[in-house]
């Protein structure tokens, strides 16, 4: 066997499962983003566009489910396309969720000093420099740097301490959250909703590119699948509830927002949800417990995305399709945790770039998960027809159907970031991610082609073939 004898400990179980992928889903962006949302497209448009997120995002989260039953590896998308499309689509898939992955690491590290910013106003001290309009403070990017210290060392020292946080702060997450949304449906003005439609179609479109990166994090289940000790099945269904729950949560804060808060108190909250939490509430202290649950989402969706980057990343470095020490797991610890480092390294590094981050990052983010998402569901719909009787513990009815379905909702979302479309990615700043990180792709592949010669394909086959799982 060409893969390691150090393995994943098994050791989660169900309430781990589902709240490693809410808290990972519903991070900080419904407490920053919300009123922006709810300008953008008007209060039923974005709405609206959480639909159209929500029902891609459940369509292609059931083709996930099917897969991770049929196949529970870690690394998840990685081993879908192999089995579905080969090992070059494997590796552009991969890449291009790692791409996803890291981006939501990224974004908390600037989201944490953001937050912080909003409870001490002039905590900023030692500028470094302007980047697109921003200043960037020393303090500022200590904030971010230390959380990602942080993180990482916890997510280095095991699975288990990891997820037991995971589940304290989704349980504060999701209190604070409510205490917000019947708040708001008790003292919130309905005549604040308007304009209910904004901008037409093109408003909508602008915040429809902005679901999936809102809602990636469903995946990391199929990431953490050798750790968790629940039967096959129950994984595809907890996959599917985690999105619905996730889209209902989006849901009820944009309307919450929309009811607490006029469009122009909207346009000026530096922190939307929080202002509209004082709002309903008529009291700071309000906006502060907000405050609390929005840290909470972001150490959630933190912590949920070291799990899910550092899984992928190790399952290419298993593969030899990058440097195989990445491959490696902690003998006492059983986490991939030179693959915890690398993203502890990339997660510090993005609160130098300033704030303006936060945009660029959900964007980029966003289409390169898409990406990912279409390559799932394309192999999904391959495998029903090239090996409909593969073992699958849970079996999505009207598979084909939804198959065809998802793939072409994916595939429009990508259309969406190309230029030409009223949302597409922003020159020069999110096309420098995208084709930076494809050009760094084509140098791996090419490096590890070279390296490990076809080992790649030998080891891909046996972990998805051959593998007693």
Known sequence: MASQSIRFSKVLKRKEVLTLAFGAMVGWGWVVLAGEWANTAGSIGAILAFVIGGLMVCLVGLTYAELTSAMPLAGGEHNFSYRGLGLKASFICTWAIILGYVSVCAFEAVALPTVIEYIFPAYKYGYLWTIAGWDVYATWVAVGVIGSVVIAALNYYGIKPSTRVQLVLTVVLAVVGLLFILGSLVNGEPSNMQPLIADGLKGILLVVIMTPFMFVGFDVIPQAAEEIDLPYRTLGLLIVLSVILATLWYILIILGVSLALAPDERSFASVATADAMAAVYGNKLAADALILGGVAGILTSWNGFYIGASRVIYAMGRARMLPEWLGRLH???????????????????????????????????????????????????????????????????????????????????????????????????????????????????????????????????????????
């Open 331 to 469: 003998p006492k610890h059983r986490t991939p945790s030179n693959a915890i480092i690398l993203i502890g390294i990339l997660s510090a590094l993005a609160p130098f770039f300033g704030r303006k981050m936060l945009v660029w990052l959900v964007d980029a983010g966003g289409f390169s998960i898409v990406i990912a998402y279409f390559m799932v569901a394309l192999s999904f719909l391959v495998l029903r027809f090239r090996e409909p009787d593969m073992k699958r513990p849970y079996k999505v009815k009207y598979g084909k159907a939804v198959g065809v379905i998802a793939c072409l909702l994916s595939f429009g979302f990508i259309l969406l970031y190309l230029p030409g479309a009223p949302s597409a990615l922003v020159w020069p700043y999110e096309w420098v991610i995208i084709v930076g990180w494809a050009i760094l792709g084509v140098i791996f592949y090419l490096w590890s082609a070279r390296a490990y010669g076809g080992e790649a394909e030998k080891i891909m086959y046996e972990e998805v073939y051959l593998r007693e799982n």
